[in-house]
């Protein structure tokens, strides 16, 4: 049976079950082609409040599901998705512009996401406090409705992040995935959830643009917002969420450095800034955007770099053996262009790449780097490589810290604790000794620090905190007397 079969989902929206968009019908499009693959409903910011109330009304019956059956649920949607693997794998392709280990890596992650949060609703959720009156609890409890605003990158992966625990938790959820990958993003999730026997109305998915993203945030029967896209996007649904006195946990931009030491491995450390800068072309938040290389390393480190950047195939993914695809739109794609276009004219030294031909840019590197590069400097979103030479630890660490953002940090050396002294050097959410900067696992805290976000989504501990409530609950054998 097919997941996805266009008759049920083309020109449609999910909330609660099949029905139209009232903002009308968007085009599914294929970066690598601009053939349109689809169609669907895409949401007013007067479906979203319509949604929320749906959502709201289901809840109450969901977190009341005894667990077991809540982790049916998740454990049978991470089956489904294992078991479509090939058909969301083309999807995913298609739509996306991602090559196909990419898309492998989402799937596979997005299962973990479903698998690690069924033993969520069986985790110790409360506990005792010394009181000797009465009996004191603290305990979690759901939050109600979340709200989830997933980027295009990695559409699945990073909706499904904070749908599965926020569903494990006894919370509903309402999904506004990116227009431009709302299939992957929305239908596939709400397709899987629906198979898996999630109630109606506890999940809601609708594509759209900024307005209906602004009512998600502004509806006040939602009070936790998880968003993951750009820093610009995200500190106005920050500003936001505070003013409504709401949680909003962001998972932004940045700019990761990986620091190449004097004693690493050339070889591994070039193939790790490689795949750390090029996978996705580049789109992605904890993408190698700095390479900090030793002196004594720098030259033949380009040399390589360049090699492995001239070396990859470049096309569409879905009829071509590449291992980079297309940019994911006209806009982003001019956003790159003009990027290394200026950082070549401010004194960058453009080693390999810089073109763009179609939808497809060509894998590059920028040597000779300074803090007025700004494709050293600025957040790229595309396969651009920037690397800058260093003499000392202390100027590899100070390198590393001057940043806005602060998500990854990778460090190849063959002394690992001299690598765990840099790292505590430099602040970041993530620190990947011997590794490029990309890397993820459903069962780990996910987030950054400054620039690059706040909260944190991800393994037991930080879920829970992310989307329960705590609540403080007294028992008294009789009822108590006071003084009036």
Request: charged share 20%; proline share 6%; with cysteine.
């Amino acid at each position: 049976m097919a997941l996805l079969e266009a008759s049920t989902w083309e020109g449609k929206l999910f909330t609660g079950r099949w029905s139209g968009g009232s903002a009308g019908v968007g085009e599914v499009r294929e970066p690598a082609t601009s053939a349109v693959l689809g169609c669907v409903g895409l949401a007013a910011p007067g479906d979203v409040t319509a949604a929320v109330e749906r959502a709201t009304r289901a809840q109450r019956d969901w977190a009341a599901t005894p667990p077991a059956q809540r982790a049916a649920v998740l454990r049978r949607a991470a089956a489904l998705l294992t078991e479509h693997a090939g058909e969301i794998t083309e999807w995913i392709v298609r739509e996306s512009g991602s090559v196909r280990i990419k898309a492998g890596i989402e799937i596979e992650g997005a299962a973990g996401e479903c698998t690690e949060s069924a033993a969520l609703t069986s985790a110790p959720y409360g506990e005792l406090l010394p009181d000797g009156a009465r009996l004191s609890v603290q305990r979690r409890v759901p939050a109600g409705v979340v709200g989830v605003i997933s980027p295009f990158n990695f559409p699945l992966l990073l909706s499904m992040r904070s749908v599965a625990p926020a569903l494990a938790l006894g919370n509903a959820v309402v999904v506004k995935p990116d227009a431009r990958t709302a299939v992957c993003g929305g239908v596939v999730i709400a397709r899987v959830f629906e198979e898996a026997g999630l109630p109606e109305g506890v999940l809601q998915v609708l594509p759209g643009g900024a307005d209906s993203g602004a009512a998600l945030v502004d509806d006040p029967r939602v009070p936790i917002i998880s968003f993951t896209g750009s820093t610009r996007a995200g500190r106005s649904v920050g500003a936001r969420a505070g003013e409504l006195l709401k949680r909003a946990h962001l998972e932004l931009g940045g700019n990761s450095a990986l620091i190449v030491c004097e004693d690493a491995d050339l070889d591994a450390a070039a193939s790790c800034g490689a795949f750390g800068s090029f996978l996705h072309q580049g789109q992605i938040c904890m993408a190698t955007g700095r390479h900090l290389v030793h002196h004594s390393l720098y030259d033949r480190y380009v040399e390589k770099l360049a090699e492995k950047a001239e070396a990859l195939p470049v096309g569409d993914p879905f009829t071509e053996d590449v291992v980079l695809g297309p940019i994911i739109d006209d806009g982003q794609l001019a956003h790159v262009t003009d990027l290394v276009d200026r950082s070549v004219v401010a004194g960058a030294r453009l080693v390999a790449g810089g073109k763009a031909s179609g939808p497809f840019f060509r894998p590059t590197v920028l040597a000779d780097c300074h803090p007025g590069i700004p494709a050293y400097v600025e957040e790229v979103f595309g396969p651009v490589a920037s690397v800058r030479p260093f003499d000392t630890a202390d100027e590899a660490a100070e390198m590393a810290a001057d940043s806005e953002y602060g998500l990854s940090l990778g460090i190849i050396t063959s002394d690992t604790a001299a690598g765990l002294a840099l790292a505590d050097r430099v602040p970041t959410g993530l620190v990947h000794i011997n590794d490029q900067t990309v890397n993820d696992d459903p069962a780990v805290p996910f987030g950054g620090v400054g620039a690059s976000g706040i909260g944190r989504v991800g393994g037991a501990r930080a879920n829970v905190e992310a989307f329960t409530e705590t609540q403080w609950i007294t028992v008294r054998s009789e009822a108590a007397h006071h003084p009036f």
